[in-house]
């Protein structure tokens, strides 16, 4: 009964289960009669104990972790090449791989790599400190899986292997990164397809391409992926996979949006274009939906001049997290407010312009967001003064006979000048209390719109002295109305 629970856990001293058998003879006698106390193998160990431990671990799987990337001192290539001998001779009990290697002593791993593993279900391979190498080291760039069941898990990193073979089409989870992304993002779209029962793909640092993404009219349909990641992927790479790949069931997004300075006008464009177009399957499943509907759940937008980051609430259990880079946001903040404007009503958004977002000769137009924005802020005289402006509008759409205002539904407003910011006062604290006459004001206007349950700016006193003596006026119209000196809360 005391070895019962007994586990064996990962980086724990090779000995480990040795110095159990001293502790007396009936503890040596349970443990050595015990094959499932020994199917965790650490590499690298003396020969001897790794022999030891595959002995007595008959005949059930193992799980082999081989790291060398925390080692001090660097083991001999004779040692090595020996140990990969011992543990090859039971590779077709290896039911998880694990290996961490640096690039100078890789090349041994390949005869356990390609040994053959025909029980193998998970597989994680990263060789670290490419192109470090002495010349009279042979690295490991690629190698061939052997014939076996189906792998449920591959986890590649610096390192290739074909993935358009039948032993990795029922993949449940794929992560590949660096040069083991496919150099074509066409490729990895054609390989993708035979891989029906994925629910995990991460992509992490795709390379350039020195060519223009192709458009094409095919679509891959991953049924079951519930989980996608992009990460420091070049917009070309993106513009590929995201206008051709449809996932329904995805839940879990994350997509950081590197730009790519060769190409960058070409892929914006394939990207933008393509992308934010309700039409496009997986534009639904980017900005929250599933299937052909958008799900009645709310979004956070944030504008900044170089990226545009779109969000799921944190408290959510659907998580969306998108981040593009741009040299210029403007093509990109347009087909998102098209995309916006044909979403259902009920989704609401919350915007938020940071400092630089857009100049006083490019602002956002806010007319495409009316129905569906929720809550604003603003960071940045420039995108404070703009969004005062743009809600003294009308849309010019007649509602029980009247006008309605822009963002008519629009319940928090949050303003936020910086401490380098200077008062102009026609357009900060003159424009401030326009709004607050012509919105929310009763006096001579009988069409208002309904007040925000929060109306907050941020500004030094020393700076804006003139918001600061309208304050009282305007909280006498709107009582939500709170005007606060201290900087420290900006987002």
């Not at 007994?6 to 480990?16: E, G, I, N, V, W």
């Not at 992490?204 to 992926?225: F, G, I, N, Q």
């Not at 609401?348 to 007319?367: E, K, W």
């Not at 006459?437 to 069409?447: D, I, K, V």
Request: a negative charge; aromatic letters at 6%; charged letters at 25%.
């Amino acid at each position: 009964m005391v070895l019962k629970e007994f586990k064996l856990a990962r980086r724990s001293c090779d000995t480990c289960l040795i110095d159990l058998m001293l502790v007396c003879k009936r503890w040596h006698e349970i443990i050595a009669q015990s094959p499932q106390l020994w199917c965790h193998l650490e590499a690298p160990i003396p020969r001897r104990i790794a022999k030891l431990i595959l002995a007595r671990s008959q005949p059930y799987p193992l799980n082999v972790d081989w790291s060398l990337s925390y080692l001090v001192k660097r083991p001999a290539r004779d040692d090595l090449e020996s140990l990969v001998e011992v543990v090859a001779e039971h590779s077709n009990r290896i039911s998880r791989l694990d290996v961490e290697v640096p690039s100078f002593s890789a090349a041994h791993i390949r005869t356990l790599l390609e040994a053959p593993t025909t029980t193998l279900e998970s597989l994680r391979v990263r060789v670290e400190g490419h192109g470090s190498d002495s010349d009279d080291e042979e690295g490991l760039e690629r190698f061939d899986l052997s014939e076996g069941l189906p792998i449920k898990y591959l986890n590649l990193d610096d390192v290739s292997t074909p993935l358009d073979t039948p032993r990795l089409s029922n993949l449940l989870t794929l992560a590949l990164s660096h040069s083991a992304v496919p150099f074509s993002p066409q490729r990895l779209l054609q390989t993708l397809s035979g891989m029906q029962t994925l629910e995990y793909l991460s992509i992490y640092s795709a390379p350039e391409l020195l060519e223009s993404p192709r458009k094409s009219s095919t679509w891959v349909t991953l049924p079951r992926l519930k989980t996608l990641s992009l990460f420091n992927v070049p917009t070309f790479y993106n513009a590929s996979l995201l206008t051709h790949i449809y996932t329904p069931a995805c839940d879990q997004i994350v997509l950081y949006d590197k730009a790519s300075w060769s190409l960058t006008g070409v892929s914006e464009s394939v990207l933008d274009d393509g992308l934010w177009d309700l039409q496009n399957k997986q534009t639904t499943v980017l900005l929250g939906g599933t299937k052909y509907a958008l799900a009645q759940k709310s979004l956070e937008i944030s504008l900044s001049d170089r990226t545009v980051t779109i969000t799921s609430p944190r408290d959510t259990r659907d998580r969306i997290n998108l981040t593009f880079t741009r040299i210029n946001t403007r093509s990109l903040r347009n087909g998102l407010a098209r995309a916006v404007s044909q979403m259902p009503l009920g989704l609401p958004i919350s915007l938020q312009l940071l400092a630089g977002s857009f100049s006083p000769t490019d602002p956002l137009d806010l007319t495409p967001w009316n129905e569906r924005l929720e809550s604003i802020y603003a960071h940045g005289a420039n995108q404070c003064r703009d969004v005062m402006q743009q809600l003294l509008r009308r849309r010019g759409v007649q509602v029980a006979g009247r006008n309605e205002w822009v963002c008519q539904r629009l319940s928090e407003i949050r303003l936020v000048y910086t401490d380098e910011d200077e008062e102009t006062p026609a357009l900060d604290g003159e424009a401030l209390l326009e709004l607050a006459r012509q919105r929310w004001s009763t006096e001579g206007c009988s069409a208002l719109a309904t007040p925000p349950s929060l109306f907050r700016v941020r500004c030094l006193a020393s700076r804006f002295p003139h918001m600061w003596s309208v304050e009282a006026e305007a909280r006498k119209i709107l009582p939500e109305f709170e005007l606060i000196e201290d900087l420290s809360e900006v987002q």
